[in-house]
């Protein structure tokens, strides 16, 4: 399979390449406009922001899509990549990375050379899922052998239990305090909104949407919202599936956008602001959706240098909204 890469970023052509590799693809850098000889579609188009900066990211999005018709698009940017990046998403990108703060391969960033490319783990994250069906849990993103365990929480009264558990679990395999904090709130938020956002009844309408999140829940017997953690070394995930799948795109967007939005207010069907807090706490966020069946929220950080290294490493974003055959 190849991937077609549009950037003038030797650093992103270099991360592009090697990680295409590594996952069995073939990397080739395309110009905007020119005409390629005729053959299968590339599987992907990575997409460089930062390759016109006097163009705006929707502008460069949609010329790629009418060179390439209907092959998905991964966006990378390194500058205002927050802005521009949720600018592209809002505009129907499923996928996107944050460039590195600083190279990949060595040395500093510096005002002449610009941010790093792309983090190569986000990097195989994405070219992974594209070229496989979707799996369920952490399997795809972490190494064979990874230690970890999966629980089963029916009612919030039981989630602090299962926090402290993961918490726990962290600190035993040599964790830092302020990671494995991180990773216990994590879980809590993604409990949070499996909880009180997911639950819907069979038309639709949500069931605990607006209760005070003070207030104690309870699922059937057969709605226990699933999770699972593991760590492999050199990144540390959390996975949890709750059995409603009715996260919708545009509100999950809206949502992912509210940066800063700490102020009380009514959340959207499926997605409540703890998914932004999770984003912002991780390296790499994939939501998986099978509406009206499952969510999965997968969420990923890197462990095996120090929490500066992890947050220069940037943040990648995936959606990947399941389509049935009627």
């Known amino acids: 399979m190849r991937l077609a890469v549009f950037t003038r970023h030797a650093p992103t052509l270099q991360a592009v390449t090697r990680a295409a590799t590594s996952a069995g693809l073939t990397a080739e850098q395309r110009t905007l406009g020119e005409r390629a000889a005729a053959a299968a579609a590339p599987a992907v188009a990575v997409v460089d922001l930062d390759l016109d900066l006097s163009a705006t990211p929707t502008s460069l999005v949609d010329a790629v899509s ?13 500058t205002a990549p927050r802005t521009r990046l949720f600018e592209v998403l809002a505009h129907g990108v499923d996928r996107v990375l944050e460039k590195r703060r600083t190279p990949i391969f060595g040395g500093q960033a510096t005002e002449a050379t ?3 490319g792309p983090d190569p783990f986000g990097l195989f994250c994405v070219f992974r899922s594209m070229a496989r069906e979707p799996t ?20 919030t009264e039981e989630r602090d239990g299962h926090v402290d558990r993961v918490r726990a679990w962290a600190g035993e395999l040599g964790l830092k305090d302020a990671r494995a904090h991180r990773l216990g709130l994590v879980l809590e938020e993604l409990f949070m909104n499996a909880f009180y956002n997911a639950p819907t009844t069979a ?17 059937e017997a057969h709605e226990g919202i699933r999770y699972q953690v593991g760590c492999d070394g050199t990144h540390v995930g959390v996975c949890v599936e709750d059995p409603f799948g009715s996260l919708r795109r545009g509100p ?10 700490l102020a009380p207010a009514p959340d959207h069907v499926g997605a409540g602001l703890g998914l932004l807090t999770t984003y912002e706490a991780v390296n790499h966020l994939v939501f998986t959706v099978d509406p009206g069946r499952r969510t999965e929220v997968t ?7 120090s929490n500066r290294e992890a947050q220069s490493r940037g943040q990648g974003l995936e959606l990947r909204f399941l389509r049935r055959s009627a």
């Not at 064979?144 to 009612?155: E, H, L, P, Q, T």
């Not at 969420?299 to 240098?305: C, T």
């Open 66 to 78: 009418a060179q390439l018709p209907r092959v998905p698009i991964l966006a990378v940017a390194g």
């Open 114 to 116: 610009g941010p790093g």
């Open 136 to 155: 369920a849990g952490l399997e795809p993103y972490l190494l064979a052998g990874a230690a970890g365990f999966s629980g089963k929480v029916r009612a």
């Open 203 to 219: 038309g639709g309408t949500a069931r605990f949407l607006m209760q005070p999140r003070n207030e104690p829940v309870t699922l």
């Open 252 to 261: 999950l967007i809206t949502r992912m956008c509210r940066k800063g939005a």
């Open 299 to 305: 969420a990923l950080l890197h462990v095996a240098g």
